[in-house]
């Protein structure tokens, strides 16, 4: 924009207006739109640039007033065009303001020497008294930030990513405070060090201290009353309600957290939903949620996990601190007054139940319900597999991304049996195969480390277990024929193990090649980096069909995928899905019977169940 001086004729209209410069001669007005009628008891400070005044603001639905600046004290200011200013109590300093913005009734908005906007700061999740293990800036996404977290004590790594980061925050940073275009700022105390972005709304908030706001055209964030967040990150599509306080978290796309929840230290990622409750050294992953008062999510790594009411984690083990952590893996819910004491490593899919004791690592025996009855520890492997929530909620989740396309940073893969799951599967299976051998058929029980697995669990657990291998070998080779890549791989890349970076499902061999990348300088930036966790990602079904063809052979004991057993595959995996159903549509059917289920509720769900005969072809 083009600035000109204030003519003398201006600067008249602006005194008679009960307006002040320290010095008139460093306000500077656009050259075309600028009308000093619109200035109204407005005192000025430092350098001063004024955009144009020839537009109406809308205040609420119905409701507008012309653009200008009224009961305002500005220090060092640039305020774009058609912007509405007023009743600022206390003073604007040191800020770039954007077009088309509404800034009305606030106390202070300031930037002070040394302002960060929360980029590049240091925060401890896991271990809560940890040294630092993941760096804030705009574009971390989960992958990135679970990266960091997995990969904390190879310290070439962490030295190579934080020297990235610092490069991308010295690169991007602004000098002073931005706000964005469209932006709306009401009825809220303190703003400082902050940097807000495009269409985002403020009002009523409390206090927000060295942030940044990554709100968008596509994604506007919403800030809403009481809050009070410090060195944080929003991200876009998020909104952040009803006096939430917030200190050291990241914030990630479309993720909603109201109602009095207080976070410290911790991460939240893509349509995460948090609401009333707490969260300490918390690594939320995509679709987490956490609904109640009474739960606190501490010391512990989760993604599309579902927290019930009274949930609590133990990161206190014994007298050393509160240094122990745990990671429940993918899907993991905890029902009512669970408590699990850290550290523990729970399987994908798992259900816990009561007061879980004895630091149970149960990665082998995924999809499993964890219960502690009294002092007996209760291990029911595969359940999960054959629930009516699990059902539910590996079709939801798809349904409830909330991400438009332009602003997914975080990769979230929804594949509930992928390579990483099924080759848990395949241990659990392996697990639960030796044990009946080892004991026999004859016992009424069977142990494993500090858990009790009936022996009607067991066979039901084996049995669970190859429905959902047959069901997963099939769906892969069905779509191998559908996007022509069946037959013998054509790579080697994912022969080996697979991991779950928050959302993203990848071989262990790509990530290794990735921290080799990192370390010796390959991946020369951030946006690199990104793009290599987007590159592996739209691999991902080549990747997988490597690993599948290979489990197929040495599943059916054969050589090669011929026609004949294609056939036979497609056989197993319809009849396995056909009993998968019968068992979901069971479960419904004891919760029906237990007689709070609406007969509509029942039947509308059980005829879903009744149209999955249309994916088997």
Known sequence: MQYRSLTFEEIETLESNSCWAEDWNQVKVAEDGFQAKFFHRVMFYGDIQLGCVQKEVEITKGFVKHSGINDATLRNVTVGNNCLIEKVGNYINNYTIGDDCLISNISVMETTEGATYGEGNLISV???????????????????????????????????????????????NPERGTIGN???????????????????????????????????????????TGVICENSIISDGSSIVNSVKMQDCFVGEACQISNGFTASQSVFFANSFMSNGEACAAFCGPFCASHHKSSLLIGGMFSFYNAGSGTNFSNHAYKMGPMHWGILERGTKTASGSYLLMPATIGTFSVCFGKLMHHPNTTALPFSYLIAEADKMYLVPGRNITTVGLYRDIRKWPKRDMRPQQTQKSIVNFDWLSPYSVGEILQGKKILENLRQASGDNVSSYNYHEYVINASSLRKGIKYYDIALRIYMGAVLKRAHKWGFFGKPQTEVGLGRWDDLSGLLLPVSEERRLIEDVKNGCLETIEEVVNRFEEINENYRIYQWAWTYRMILEYYGINEI??????????DYIEARRAWIAEIKKD??????????????????VHSLDHEVDFED
């Open 126 to 172: 896991l271990n809560e008294v940890g040294d630092g293990n993941v760096i804030f800036f705009h574009d971390l996404n989960s992958q990135f930030a679970a990266f960091m977290v997995k990969h904390f004590n190879d310290k070439d790594l962490k030295n190579a990513i934080r020297r990235l980061v610092k490069e991308e925050i010295a690169r991007t």
């Open 588 to 605: 419904a059917e004891k919760e029906y019977e237990m007689g709070d289920v609406d007969r509509e509720v029942f039947e509308s769900f």
């Open 182 to 224: 469209n932006v709306k700022i009401v009825n809220t105390k303190e703003i400082t060090n902050t940097v807000i972005q495009t269409d985002c709304e403020i009002s009523g908030a409390s206090r927000l201290s060295d942030c940044t706001i990554l709100s968008s055209e596509y994604a506007s964030v919403y800030i809403g």
């Open 562 to 571: 011929t026609p004949e057993y294609d056939a036979r595959i497609k056989q």
